[in-house]
């Protein structure tokens, strides 16, 4: 490759390996004009990478959240049809068991309309505190929602399931 100078000929040969620097009038291994040039090459390639890497992870977090929302949409359809073609179990005595709590039906038709809940067979073991706070929440119902009739009916289903609890 000619140097600069030889290129525009202006009849500074310098030594092998080093070229005419415009800038400082002398020979240099790298003169002005090629520094500047690299530098600019190189911030200008670096950017381009920045620019592309950029652009990779934005797609990525799009396809993300696109994956996200087709998920919650899927499980969102999941459970309507669920819901629509058991036609809410837990509410109907299909969902309840002889002994006035909600059986396996029940639970899971619950559970799909209360997403987090999840609802287990009672437990009659003392100091099982799910049935420590499900004695409380029953007793309260029963003092302050329950007509008197119901309260005091040994076949009402929150005495059966207050039983049930042995609470
Ligand atoms: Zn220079």
Do not use: H
């Not at 003392?126 to 119901?150: E, I, Q, V």
């Amino acid at each position: 490759m000619k140097s600069f100078s030889q290129f525009f000929g202006e009849g500074v040969s310098c030594p092998e390996g080093t070229k005419w620097c415009t800038k400082c009038a002398k020979c240099l291994e790298v003169p002005c004009q090629d520094k500047e040039m690299k530098e600019a090459a190189g911030s200008s390639a670096a950017e381009d990478r920045r620019d592309k890497q950029l652009q990779k992870r934005q797609l990525m977090l799009n396809r993300q959240k696109l994956q996200l929302q087709m998920k919650k949409v899927a499980k969102a359809k999941q459970t309507d049809m669920y819901l629509q073609t058991e036609g809410a179990a837990w509410t109907k005595k299909s969902g309840k068991n002889s002994e006035g709590g909600l059986n396996e039906k029940g639970r899971k038709s619950y559970e799909a309309e209360n997403p987090g809940s999840d609802l287990k067979r009672p437990s009659k073991k003392a100091g099982n505190p799910r049935r420590a706070s499900f004695c409380a929440r029953m007793k309260g119902m029963k003092r302050k929602l329950t007509s008197k009739r119901t309260a005091s009916d040994p076949d009402s289903r929150i005495n059966k399931s207050l039983r049930a609890w042995n609470c």
